[in-house]
């Protein structure tokens, strides 16, 4: 976080120095020439750069060939005369300076100040002498009426109170001054004066609540995660940089009052500029981080200077459009990720488990990105929009400019319900492993196995309508795309079979549940543990490590040993000479046994337990058990069972059966047995290749 609100403090300077663009133009509308000097209003009406603009745009127009490549040139061309017209006014404005700052002061001591010294000075004074009253007032009035346990209240609620005061500032100083009546000229400068000042203390309060520079025990902490080094650098920086750009702002929009000329109006707005780009590098250099650096933050403290110094050069030729790109290119990304940290923290649900706040995390923290992509965007479209109608209107650009923001209006739309839809599906995810009863978690298992491909699905969902509808914001027809995009499903169901029938498979699965992730499964020579599922296949995890990957077609029937209770089989021979009875008593207690243990009762469903005679062996009695079980939990209670049993017999002397071994005896009988089976072997091959010929 730290490291991303230096990058985006070095920036701000590049930032506010462009705002100052449409300050710094000349506007026609305000220009108030002295009323005797009619030819010198037409004369500086004609020296405008976008009234010289203009003329040249409507000859170029007619003048305009037919083609691609001419409308291209003719762009340039529209472009060029543009900045070149700003730049000959401003230089031609060079020489008239000292006689327009005459006659500025003269407009200002007999127009605006009515004779008066100092008027306007005064009146400004006042109001912001009667507005600090008013605030100091009304701070007093909440710290009286504020009980004591309410002055422990949360910092960051604290933090956002800092605004009211403000306000309050605001109303005092402003009411005062619209309730009485003043000449146009001095109203207009008093009220431009006090909105920069208010501005002023706007910018400076939102430093304050997210740097506060200083903090003691039980002052509200700062929202901005830095020390209290970098806090109190950037807080000055940011002060300084905001009071010299709103009082440039109102000195730059006051001149056309005075009568300056269009020219000296934008160069003297462009010289203030200098101030700020000299603050920009200021803190380029200085920041607190570039000492620790390096050679690489040396040569990024180079890089941004010459950046801001080349944005300074496009908006003094006029390019806002390309001018604003360049900021949103710098500042636009760290500013949506410090913005995103700092609702994080002022909403208070950055660990938050519950839905309802998972869901208000992500509304507050993606909404809080969009709104500042959304404004952003809005302003681009506006600056684009003022840019080709004084340079020249072009319906391809215009339209394309015009798709693009539409887009990433889209995008941001598109982002917002991914993000819900994915926090609600990984929250659920979470609770699956959870679950109070045999029911639940089951359903928990479907939930787990499901949720991942209904993610995936709506992921390609969402993305599809996204880009259609960018596309047809661009003027794309996208109905061919929609008809092709059938045809071309068409062809792959045909040339496809396999795919489609092991998507198809898939769904059939899902919907009569065969199986979830975590189960453990067998199907043909398959078998495994479920892991995860994609569109066409499932992947098991053998017991013994390797893992497969099965196309859901190729499954066909599927054993699920993990579903519901699994019944074990035992066997186990025992000799004619035994006592069958004690037998089972024995084996019925070694299951009553196993039932109460700790380990394994938690997992018993139906005790050990014997059946009773199988069969007469050749070597013994063949006795049967069966055990019912949790899936997955007989294997160790069958390997303890078998333990107890070995023990317990051994103790009572029942002993079990071993097959007998017969040794023949002598070697001429071992003989002739071998030269009997010979020849009848030989026998049985020529009755064969009989029974063939």
């Not at 003297?268 to 101030?275: D, E, S, T, V, W």
């Not at 209904?454 to 969402?462: D, E, H, T």
Request: net charge positive; hydrophobic share 50%; charged share 20%.
């Amino acid at each position: 976080m730290n490291v991303h609100l230096s990058r985006a403090a070095l920036i701000l300077a590049s930032a506010m120095l462009a705002l100052c663009c449409l300050s710094a133009r000349p506007v026609l509308a305000q220009a108030v020439a002295p009323p005797p000097a009619k030819v010198e209003q037409l004369l500086g009406l004609l020296d405008d750069p976008e009234v010289k603009t203009w003329l040249a745009g409507q000859k170029a127009a007619k003048a305009k060939p037919e083609g691609d490549e001419a409308a291209v040139a003719g762009e340039i061309s529209t472009v060029e005369s543009y900045v070149r017209a700003r730049i000959t006014a401003m230089v031609q404005a060079v020489p008239r300076l000292p006689s327009e700052f005459q006659r500025a002061v003269n407009i200002l001591v007999t127009d605006v100040n009515s004779g008066r010294r100092g008027a306007v000075t005064a009146i400004l004074l006042v109001l912001v002498a009667v507005g600090y009253a008013a605030e100091w007032l009304f701070r007093r009035l909440m710290i009286a009426r504020r009980r004591p346990t309410e002055l422990q209240a949360e910092h960051n609620m604290r933090l956002l109170t800092e605004p009211i005061p403000l306000l309050v500032f605001a109303v005092a100083s402003a009411g005062l001054f619209l309730m009485f009546s003043w000449p146009p000229l001095l109203r207009r400068f008093v009220l431009t004066l006090l909105c920069a000042f208010i501005a002023f203390r706007v910018v400076r309060t939102i430093a304050f609540m997210l740097l506060r520079p200083k903090g003691g025990h039980g002052e509200p902490t700062r929202l901005v995660e830095v020390n209290d080094a970098s806090a109190a650098f950037w807080f000055l920086r940011v002060q300084l940089f905001a009071g010299l750009f709103l009082f440039g702002w109102a000195v730059v929009s006051l001149m056309p009052t005075l009568g300056f000329s269009p020219g000296a109006h934008g160069l003297i707005g462009y010289a203030l500029g200098l101030g700020l780009l000299a603050i920009g590098i200021e803190t380029v250099w200085r920041r607190p981080d570039a000492q620790r650096a390096g050679a690489f933050g040396h040569a990024r403290a180079w890089l941004t200077s010459v950046l801001l110094a080349l944005l300074w050069m496009v908006w003094v030729a006029g390019l806002n459009g390309l001018l604003w790109l360049g900021i949103y290119a710098l500042i636009l990304p760290p500013a949506v990720r410090g913005v995103g940290a700092i609702a994080a923290r002022v909403g208070g649900r950055e660990h938050s488990k519950s839905l309802g706040n998972v869901i208000a995390n992500v509304l507050i923290v993606r909404g809080a990105r969009a709104v500042v992509i959304g404004l952003a965007v809005a302003w681009l479209a506006y600056i684009f929009r003022e840019t080709t109608t004084m340079i020249g209107n072009s319906a391809s650009v215009e339209r394309v400019i015009q798709g693009v923001l539409n887009g990433i209006i889209v995008l941001l739309i598109a982002d917002l319900i991914w993000q819900l839809a994915k926090a609600y599906i990984e929250f659920r995810l979470e609770l699956t492993g959870h679950g109070s009863s045999a029911d639940e978690l089951a359903r928990n298992g479907r939930l787990r196995t499901l949720l991942p491909i209904f993610r995936n699905a709506l992921a390609v969902f969402i993305a599809v309508v996204a880009v259609l509808t960018i596309l047809a914001g661009l003027g794309i027809q996208i109905m061919p795309l929609i008809a092709g995009a059938g045809i071309f499903g068409v062809a792959i169901g045909f040339g496809s079979q396999t795919l489609v029938k092991d998507i198809l498979s898939g769904v059939f699965y899902m919907l009569d549940d065969a199986f979830r992730v975590g189960e453990y499964i067998q199907s043909g020579s398959y078998k495994g543990t479920v892991e995860s599922f994609s569109l066409r296949s499932v992947r098991l995890r053998h017991h013994r490590g390797p893992v497969f990957t099965v196309p859901f077609g190729t499954l066909g029937a599927v054993q699920n040993m993990s579903r519901d209770w699994v019944m074990e089989k035992i066997t186990m021979s025992v000799t004619y000479d035994s006592d069958v009875e004690l037998a089972r008593k024995l084996i019925k207690k070694i299951g009553q046994e196993l039932a109460e243990d700790p380990e394994f009762a938690a997992s018993t469903i139906q005790p050990l337990k014997m059946q009773g005679i199988d069969s007469f062996g050749d070597s013994g009695i063949v006795l049967t058990m069966k055990l019912m079980t949790k899936p997955g939990e007989q294997f160790g209670i069958k390997r303890r069972a078998y333990v107890m049993i070995k023990q317990a017999f051994d103790e009572n002397g029942i002993k079990l059966a071993t097959p007998p071994v017969q040794v023949a005896g002598g070697e001429e009988h071992g003989t002739a047995a071998a030269g009997d089976m010979l020849r009848r072997r030989r026998a049985k091959a020529a009755e064969a290749l009989a029974a063939a010929g």
